[in-house]
């Protein structure tokens, strides 16, 4: 296996938007993506979820969102232009990638090893950290929350409106 230039942790819009950058410039990269496939992370949002940009605006590095796909993109939309983006530039996208430690080698002059939770070491010259702000969902310690008898439920496991049909809601 080459070793790349660059290891990218995290393949949503962030990560592949910097390895296609880089592929268009002819640096090699690999993107390390915890979920089992690309896109997976979009394909499970809501159900009535679409981008609330227009397509033009929403495209990824060097490579816009074909005019094929609707004005505004639903979850599944972008997760399959996701996807296309990575075929089009060739990235190189290995899934189910947990990184669980990202270490400087001699303080960074020899590059970062990226450290999966399978044990599996990558290393590059360059480590871009593009691991995004919607994995893990954050339950602030609400004052009272404690003895409130009703149920409350994180945005994260929101798919739909039907379970909240005829119940009072906040």
Excluded: C
């Excluded at 609330?52 to 399959?80: C, E, K, N, Q, W």
């Excluded at 996701?82 to 990638?97: C, D, K, M, P, Q």
């Amino acid at each position: 296996m080459t070793e790349p230039a660059v290891v990218i942790v995290g393949g949503g819009a962030s990560g592949l938007s910097a390895a296609g950058a880089l592929a268009h410039v002819g640096i090699a990269a690999v993107v390390l993506e915890q979920d089992r496939e690309l896109g997976g992370t979009w394909a499970r949002r809501y159900d009535r979820l679409h981008l609330h940009t227009v397509r033009r605006f929403s495209g990824l590095a060097h490579f816009p969102i074909p005019r094929r796909y609707p004005t505004y993109l639903s979850r599944t939309d972008f997760a399959a232009y996701l996807n296309e983006y990575s075929r089009h530039f060739g990235l190189r996208i290995v899934t189910g990638a947990s990184a669980r430690k990202i270490r400087s080698v001699d303080g960074g002059s020899n590059g970062w090893s990226v450290e999966l939770t399978s044990g599996d070491r990558w290393h590059g010259r360059v480590a871009v950290i593009a691991t995004g702000q919607y994995r893990q969902p954050i339950e602030p310690p609400w004052p009272g929350r404690d003895i409130f008898a009703g149920q409350v439920t994180h945005s994260i496991t929101y798919s739909n409106a039907a379970p909240y049909v005829v119940r009072r809601v906040l």
